[in-house]
């Protein structure tokens, strides 16, 4: 099965969700890139649901099996990076899976900005082609006690020495349901 990650990331941790699931799965892996790539517009754009493009990617997606895209949710909104390239090529896609590395956890998904929101977004724009979407709380990295501070979870970078526990057994769900 050949597979493409692609990915948007602001902090570096869905960037490195990435490169940890393209390197698990032997996948290719690409950033989505913007045209216009300044955090405060990434964020307003967002919010509008408004896109300015994205830069044309290197791969074809339509040499894929299975596309893998990966982001962060602002505001409880699908950014636009990701919106875009869904939009522009889910007709091209055989099958798509959405991860995110959130703040939020699944006590929240349901809440204004929780992933819920995001999750039908992306099953609305992708159609058939959206077979899962997953969120990896930043807070599983954490201790219990500092989840809900949220200075704490904006600190958190993954890495090697924080994939452990909680969201190391999630990222493995993850890939088994990919490799089904």
């Not at 754009?45 to 830069?55: A, C, E, N, T, V």
């Not at 939020?104 to 900005?113: H, N, R, V």
């Not at 526990?165 to 990222?171: A, D, M, P």
Request: aromatic content about 12%; hydrophobic content about 35%.
């Amino acid at each position: 099965m050949k597979t493409l990650v692609l990915y948007y990331s602001n902090t570096g941790n869905n960037a490195w969700l990435s490169r940890k699931i393209a390197e698990t799965l032997g996948a290719d892996i690409e950033p989505v890139a913007p045209r216009l790539n300044l955090l405060p517009l990434l964020i307003l754009f967002s919010l509008l649901k408004f896109s300015p493009g994205i830069k044309n990617p290197f791969h074809h997606v339509e040499e894929y099996d299975t596309v893998i895209l990966c982001g962060p949710i602002w505001m409880g909104q699908l950014i636009f990076p990701l919106r875009t390239y869904i939009k522009k090529y889910k007709t091209r896609m055989k099958k798509m899976y959405f991860a995110t590395c959130c703040g939020g956890g699944d006590d929240t998904k349901d809440d204004k900005f929780g992933y819920g929101g995001v999750f039908n977004q992306v099953r609305q724009l992708a159609g058939d082609t959206c077979v899962h979407c997953e969120a990896f709380s930043i807070g599983l990295v954490l201790p219990e006690e500092k989840r809900k501070d949220t200075d704490a979870m904006m600190k958190v970078r993954l890495s090697e020495e924080t994939f452990k526990g909680e969201f190391k057994t999630k990222f493995d769900e993850f890939i088994s349901k990919l490799r089904r």
